[in-house]
């Protein structure tokens, strides 16, 4: 499979620019030029930098240029530290994968669709020239499968203006789901040679997002160990919480997590990227803070060891806070070795 090179292990700068609160104070005080040097300092290879639609536009789309000039300064931080960038746009207006967000007609009303695609000619005609080590990924986390159509449509659509400014830039698709692996084999073909297909990965969920408050019917004091076996992680997903049980299938109730279940779990993907030789990028994953350390890096240490045998990149969620923090106190002990795991 085609890999991509200069963004093969990466990590999130999530809750900065996007899922905060919109004030210059936060985004003066959450991120600055020392994180980035700790992440190069780390041997990572690039970040991945959600925004907001908020942080460049008003409510009515008037453009906010003190908004750019932060995109402009995490863009002069990464050159500075060798490493490579992707632009990622969380929400635009009328969609977000978050429906307390409130967003919504984005995939109705084509009003919306042409704000969107004005905010990426801007984001093209201002950094397309930094082609060399920055990427743009049109939208986080499509939700519905109903939006799948659209989606491809209007996603063409974006790239085909964005070319016109910056006609070699790389460009990042994910698809519904959440920017599930499932669903890449329905993405639309690729527009050029210069696509990458997208997704997310945060299995088994019922590990992964132990005591998410977020999570439809998790209950906040429920803990499970990385080593708990296939069957009772699949009787736990059932077991009060909405998400469905994925990956199990196949497997030996009494078989415990490896790199197998990820292999799997990846390989309708992989098939698809290499029939349409297109590099496969995973943008997010992780583990929630409230599981135990050394299950953290094992999960770490697992997933990479599939990531590596098929050529993925990948970038961890998140470097800080955010409930998965790589910077957070109850990482210290482990860090070294999961970045270790990253990077190998």
Known sequence: MKRWTGFEHGINLGGWLSQCVHTKEHYDTFIGEEDVKKVSEWGLDHVRVPVDYDLVEDENGNYKEEGFSYIQNII???????????????????????????????????????????????????????????????????????????????????????????????????????NSVEAVKDLTMPYDENIVYNFHCYEPLVFTHQGAYWVDGMKEDFRISVDADYGEMKEQSKNGFSQIAVGFDGFDENETLSSAYFDKFFS?????????????????????????????????????????????????????????????????????????????
């Open 76 to 178: 002069d931080w990464t050159r500075t530290y060798h490493l490579n960038m992707i632009l990622d746009l969380h929400k635009t207006f009328g969609f977000s994968f978050d429906k307390g967000e409130n967003e919504s007609g984005f995939f109705e009303k084509e009003e919306y669709q042409e704000r969107f695609y004005k905010l990426w000619e801007e984001f093209a005609k201002r950094y397309g020239k930094y082609e060399d080590m920055i990427a743009f990924e049109l939208l986080n986390e499509i939700t519905d499968k109903s939006y799948c159509e659209a989606w491809n449509r209007i996603s063409n659509r974006c790239i085909e203006r964005i070319r016109k400014t910056a006609p070699d830039i790389r460009i990042l698709v994910g698809g519904y789901y959440n």
């Open 268 to 344: 309708e993907a992989v098939k698809v990227a290499e029939e349409r030789d297109v590099p496969l990028y995973c943008g997010e994953y992780g583990v929630i803070n409230r599981a135990v350390p050394e299950d953290i890096l094992k999960w770490y240490q697992i997933i990479n060891e599939s990531f590596r045998r098929f050529g993925i990149g990948r970038a961890a969620w998140n470097y800080k806070a955010m409930d998965f923090g790589f910077t957070d106190e109850r990482m210290e002990a482990v860090l070294p070795d999961v970045l270790g795991a990253m990077k190998k």
